[in-house]
């Protein structure tokens, strides 16, 4: 039997609130109030809480735990993602992977981990002034993280889905390397993405939400933050819509909740999203500017033998040989890793519809899929996204794709199909509407070198949201300073993905949790007086 940390907790008394069965409005006050509880919302409150501050956390998702987590997409799109897993950029060119739930994206991410790369960092200090940003000032803070968190090299057997990115690099002389993981006792089952059913993944979830619970923390979740309350320019408190079970419609009930300080951590695009809803002064118009997705091509292989990608870790290997050929403000660089796949998602990515996508699913067992991440953000041509508001208040990001990117993709194209024929793939098949299917490597690279690369026409994904509330020193070009502090009104922080100026160059979560846990252990100290409490 595998516990649910959650139904233990309740019955000690961890203050749960579920917004969905409210019946009347309610108003409440903290020390801390934390807005989002994904990877920098449960860093910022575990710090807060054990550091001896009343911390409210609020939660736009429902709360969904070990028993809920039944390893089907059917069941976990809908709940725990952003609009059911089909979050798309305002052309819809871009499918964006979101989590929406407690724990936020780290219930549904891959698990993944990387310290944020140096020449990234190198990038930061030297163009938007993070002067402290070096890999040695965050090196206590990663190391931190880390043991938190249970981040080590994994030794287990990659699956034949990620062995494949291994054995079409060796034959190329491609450096392949394996990849860190946030697990403990994983039983390599290879559904992260629908939440971990056994208590291995190491998230939010089920690290530190539960210990600021444990100290006292009040969690309400399927409660939606829609304004921050603002007098004079000091931050006072939330405004929040509680949500119908669904989590999807808002409901007619609101809570009031009143603090000295506001942790703003509802991802990037639901951080800035708020900011832009509570009308926060932004003389030069940074929020919700220079967001950023790592844009995903995705490259399809019909292998000889069973691959079965869905189970296993999802990702295990990596490959860094494309990311650093050229200067990082150079063309575009990126990351080659496999994709976890699994009918559901793998029917709604791929292209076609009728005979042709039939035939395609039927070969679902033999599919073997890389896919190449854009280090977006660090050249003239990589502005990002922006975040803007429809009319209801909720967000959709803008996000052009443009030759720059599309440069990348067509020679993410072409490595991805020379990896994959070297591994002895029987065809070739790139993720593009035009529905092409190459059987040589010589076929392949003449038909990548012609196709037509535009929106809608290439199918383009991405779970890395990160940027719109971009941390520096200068208030012209950001929205926070270097510890996340708004740089126009008093008590409210930043302290997520949207944080970063550019994309990071890697999977973004251990950039998120290491960058936060510094940020707000800072906060935790000027609001206590004392030295923050360290998690691990
Ligand atoms: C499927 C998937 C796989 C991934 N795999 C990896 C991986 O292997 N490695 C890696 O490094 N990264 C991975 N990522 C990305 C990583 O998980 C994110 O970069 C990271 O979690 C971002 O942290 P965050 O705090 O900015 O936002 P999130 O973790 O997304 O948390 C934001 C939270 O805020 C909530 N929220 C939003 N708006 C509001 C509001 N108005 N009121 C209240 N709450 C609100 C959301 O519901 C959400 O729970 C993956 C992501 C996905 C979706």
New binding site residues.
Partial sequence: MINDPYREGAARGWRLVDAARLERDVEAEADVIV???????GIAAEVLAKSGLRVAI????PLRSTPDFRMREADAYPQLY?ESAARKTADKAINI?????VG???T???????RTPPDTLAFWRSHFGLDDYSPEALLPWFEMVERRLGIHEWNGVPNLNNETLRSGGQALGIEVSGMRRNVRGCWNLGYC?MGCPTNAKQSMLLTTIPSALEQGATLYSH???ERLIVEGDQVRGVDCVAMEPAGVHPRALRVRLRARHVVL????I?SPA?LLRSGLPDPAQRVGRRTFLHPVALSAAVMPQVVAGHAGAP?SLYSDHYLHRDPIDGPVGFKLESAPLHPVLFGTTLQGYGEAHAGLMREFPHAQVLLALLRDGFHEASPGGTVQLRDDGTPVLDYPLNDYLFDGMRRALQAMAEIQFAAGARSVIPVHEAGLRWSSLAEARAGIATLLLQPLALRVVS??VMGGCAMGKDAAQSVVDPRGRHHRVRGLTVA???LFPTSIGA????S?YAIVARNVSALAAELTGRPAAPIA
Avoid: I, Y
């Fill in positions: 807005l989002g509880s994904g990877a920098g919302g609020v939660e736009e998702g952003q992977l979101q989590g929406r739930c936020g994206s780290t549904v991410n891959w698990t993944s981990s990387f993405g409660l939606r933050a951590a509802a991802g990037a639901g708020l990702q779970a890395h997520d993905g949207s999977n973004p979560q251990e998120v």
